[in-house]
C-alpha cells in the first residue's frame, strides 16, 4: 500500500504520551488466547511457505483445495472491471464472520499465500483455528486486471496514479469495489483483513499497522508482542499517542479521503485492519505470513471479545414462573 508510506514519513507526532509495555498485562485484554500461542500457531501455519506466490497459483490452489474439502465452499461475488469472476471461499459456520482479501493492488502477494496457509490450516484441522466461533471468508485476489503479467508471475511493480485503486473509489466504484462491499454487506463480517502490503515494491520498508480505529493500547500491544518473533523491523517513528510503535488510524492519515474508501464502509461492520509487510533481509516468506497471520488472529480475537461485550446478558430465568 505505497499510498501510506509518505504520508507516514510526513506525519507530524501528535502523541503526548505513549503507553510503556510494562504497563500493558496479558490479563487487560480478556482473550482466550496468551501472545505465545498466538506467535506459535503463526509460525505452525506458515510453515509450509516456502514462496510467496502469484495471483494465479493462488487462485489455483484456493479451487483445488475447495474441490477436495466439501465444507470450503466457493463462491462467485461478482466480476472484475475486465470480466474476470472474483472467487470468495467459506470455511465454517461460526457466529461471528471475518473477512480477508488478497491482492487489492498490484504485486500486494503476501495475503494470497496468507489466505492459502489459512485455508489449509482449517482443513487440516488446526485446533487454534477451529476453536474460533467464526465462519471465515476469503477473497484470494480482489484485484486481478492490475496484477503484471497477468497474475502469472511477481516482479516487484509500482502503483499507477492513473489507475483506481480498488480500496479507494468508492465514489466512482470499480467492480471490484462493489462486489466486496455487496459482500461485505451480506455477511458483516466483524473484522476485515485487507492484506495490503509493501512487497510489492522489493524495497525494505519498515513494517507498519494501519486501523479503522483507534484500538485499546493492550491490543497494539498484544500484535507487537505476536510478531516479534517474525523478525521484522518495526517503524519506530512517529508511534500514536495511544497504540504506540507502528500504529496508526487511517483517517488521521488521509484526512476527507477516507470516506471515499471501502475502510470507512467496513468499518461499519467492524474493526478493519492493514498489516504492511516488506521484504527484510534476513527475514523469509514464511516470517512475511507468520507475520500477517499473527496480526489476523490477535484482531480476530478482539472482534470476539467485542461481539461478546455487545450481547444482551441473559437473565435469570423468574424463578415465580412455572417451568414448561
Ligand atoms: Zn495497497
Redesign the pocket.
Known sequence: ???FFPLLLTLLCACTSVQSSQELNEKEIQVGHTSESIATVAKSLSSRVDTILPPLQVLRECHVLAGAHEDIHEVEIGHTESGHPLKAYEFGTGRTHVLLYGF??PG?AVGGTTILSLLHGLVSGNKHLLSLDVTWHFIPCLNLDDQPDGGRTLSPVFRDRSVR?V?WCVSNPRSETKALLDYAGKISPAFTFPL??EYHSGEAIPLYVVVSECLDPAISERIRTCMHPFGLLLKEKDPHRVMGTAFNVLSDLVGNEYSNSTFSILNEYGLVAVCEVSQQEGISNSALVATQISLGLVMIDAALQKQAMSIEPITAPDADKPRR
Open positions: 500500500m505505497n499510498r487489492p493492488d500486494e485503486e480500496d495490503h502490503d
